[in-house]
Nanobody, 122 residues
Framework: QVHLVESGGGSVQPGGSLRLSCTTS????????MGWFRRTPGKEREFVAA????????NYGDSVKGRFTISRDNTKNLMYLQMKDLKPEDTAIYYC???????????????WGQGTQVTVST
């Protein structure tokens, strides 16, 4: 089982930027497919971005394409989500997820973090 911890959430004004981080333990980080999801109260969980174990392949949800960038540093056991041009509708709890199998187009993950709150408002 993989233990995941997110960090970097906070409050920002519209148009601002934030970078989320996710670190793992319990499994070789470089073997994991990783992803970011978000959830807003009353809404279903939404796919944000995914990255392959090597970092070669990425996939993004339509609502964040061109504004968010997912990346990873396998030497540091860290995955990132750089968020730019943030909008109020990006307000949510952001979760990182990990899985040993699948591609960046798979939405199923076996392990999840506890989430970090991102709030975009004036």
């Amino acid at each position: 089982q993989v233990h995941l911890v997110e960090s970097g959430g906070g409050s920002v004004q519209p148009g601002g930027s934030l970078r989320l981080s996710c670190t793992t333990s319990g499994q070789t980080f470089s073997s994991l497919r990783m992803g970011w999801f978000r959830r807003t109260p009353g809404k279903e969980r939404e796919f944000v971005a995914a990255i392959s174990w090597s970092g070669t392949y990425t996939n993004y949800g339509d609502s964040v394409k061109g504004r968010f960038t997912i990346s990873r540093d396998n030497t540091k056991n860290l995955m990132y989500l750089q968020m730019k041009d943030l909008k109020p509708e990006d307000t949510a709890i952001y979760y990182c997820a990990a899985d040993l199998q699948g591609t960046v187009y798979n939405m199923d993950y076996t392990d999840w973090g506890q989430g970090t709150q991102v709030t975009v408002s004036t």
